[in-house]
């Protein structure tokens, strides 16, 4: 796409920085190769609980931040000076419990945007799911609403949310269950069907390629069509 191609240049220009927040999941991980690869940055830091160990001298410039994420207010320096930043942080209620859930998925999520924005970011790009909604009875997509909303109220001079449904990712701790859920829409969505579910290298193309664009307004919404989209129009 000559248009994306053309954006993606000009960005490169810029000589801008950007941090990752979950850098160890697997959007995160994605997202940090689809960002090496593609070169757009000057600087890339990883931001999170343990220092990571990666093979490749693509990896070599990367620059780490160990937090507390119970006391992020100590690790503000940590979020200082990045252009842009990403956050696919996340646990579930069954790893976590509820209020490890709601602490992981809204609070450290919430004030690591906080810091960010206070620190000089003026983007960031949220990964979310797929029917996220404060005002939902399932606390799983209640708290995925409300941590939008909260960080939308903190004025990020663009604020890009994504709401992916099924991640397809072959994932060797899958339970049986949402290893047979993965299957199927891996099925249904190489015949086209993409409303539900979409390739986790997908969801990492569209969080770059979408990076470069310039949006309509300041805060937008990418649901897993809008996801899938974008994500394979910057190519397999």
């Known amino acids: 796409m000559t248009g994306l191609s053309t954006a993606e240049q000009n960005f490169k220009q810029q000589n801008k920085s950007c941090f990752i927040l979950g850098a160890s999941g697997e959007t995160g991980r994605m997202l940090l190769q689809e960002l090496l690869e593609r070169n757009i940055f000057s600087k890339i830091t990883l931001i999170g609980r343990r220092q990571l160990t990666f093979e490749g001298k693509s990896y070599e410039t990367l620059v780490q931040e160990v937090v507390d994420f119970e006391k992020l207010e100590d690790h503000a320096a940590a979020f200082q000076g990045h252009d842009v930043g990403y956050c696919c942080l996340g646990t579930t209620r069954a790893k976590a419990g509820a209020e490890g859930f709601i602490r992981v998925d809204h609070d450290y999520v919430l004030k690591s945007a906080e810091l960010a924005k206070a ?9 979310s799911s797929r029917g996220a909604d404060k005002k939902s009875s399932f606390l799983y997509l209640k708290v995925k609403g409300q941590v939008e909303a909260d960080i939308e109220a903190l004025g990020f001079d663009r604020f890009a949310i994504y709401r992916p449904g099924v991640l397809l990712v072959d994932r060797q701790e899958s ?21 539900m579910s ?37 190519g397999n």
């Open 119 to 127: 620190g000089g970011c003026t983007q960031f790009h949220l990964e």
């Open 175 to 195: 339970r049986p269950a949402e290893w047979m859920a993965r299957k199927f829409f891996s099925a249904v969505s190489a015949v086209g069907f993409t409303s």
């Open 198 to 234: 979409v390739p986790i290298q997908v969801v990492a193309k569209s969080m770059v390629s979408n990076t470069v664009l310039q949006p309509e307004q300041k805060t937008e919404i990418l649901e897993n069509k809008d996801i899938a989209a974008l994500g394979k129009s910057a």
